[in-house]
T-cell receptor
């Protein structure tokens, strides 16, 4: 089955700096890659996603890049703010897999003032 | 997101007890999922259901069972709870056109 590895497990940045979280996946048939944000005590919520026919997608301060050849994708957050502090999860899903997601182990991002 | 609800929100139970966690949704989605979250391990899929008559095991189904009573309801049971089932449990839903999953608020289960 699919295996998703995520790094780093913790990341601390200064407010205003950029943050990058990286994930690799094992199943070359995977074609959908979402990123979820989970604030303390809250449920995971989708913040951005990308499909395998696209190399990059942006939404204001966040962007995701995908390298299908290397089977890795990354989340980029620019101009970080304290409210960006949360746990971020990457995930992967394959076509025909019934929307079934395999999640990475999460990255605890801390944005320091 | 009040569209996906879970009961109870917190539960403490003893080893060997049977316990049921319930999930309800008003989103009209056909697909429902149960995950458990453990520190450092992320979200792992326990069971998923594409409709009332379609139940599938996920990567960690041992020790768990599920019931899809209706399109809107998906229950997770621990027949005989053990301490290593102590975790945060999330229900999620999606429709058959979108990959996005909508999560419930979670149930924190402690098995002593």
């Amino acid at each position: 089955g699919e295996n998703v590895e995520q790094h780093p497990s913790t990341l601390s940045v200064q407010e205003g700096d950029s943050a990058v979280i990286k994930c690799t996946y094992s199943d070359s048939a995977s074609n959908y890659f979402p990123w979820y944000k989970q604030e303390l005590g809250k449920r995971p919520q989708l913040i951005i996603d990308i499909r395998s026919n696209v190399g990059e997608k942006k939404d204001q301060r966040i962007a995701v890049t995908l390298n299908k050849t290397a089977k890795h994708f990354s989340l980029h957050i620019t101009e970080t703010q304290p409210e960006d502090s949360a746990v971020y999860f990457c995930a992967a899903s394959r076509a025909g897999g019934g929307n079934k997601l395999t999640f990475g182990t999460g990255t605890q991002l801390k944005v320091e003032l | 997101d009040a569209d996906v609800t879970q009961t109870p929100r917190n539960r403490i139970t003893k080893t060997g007890k049977r316990i049921m966690l319930e999930c309800s949704q008003t989103k009209g989605h056909d697909r429902m999922y149960w995950y458990r979250q453990d520190p450092g391990l992320g979200l792992r899929l326990i069971y998923y259901s594409f409709d009332v008559k379609d139940i599938n095991k996920g990567e960690i189904s041992d020790g768990y069972s599920v019931s899809r009573q209706a399109q809107a309801k998906f229950s997770l049971s621990l027949e005989s709870a053990i301490p290593n089932q102590t975790a945060l449990y999330f229900c999620a839903t999606s429709d058959d056109r979108s990959y996005e999953q909508y999560f419930g608020p979670g149930t924190r289960l402690t098995v002593t």
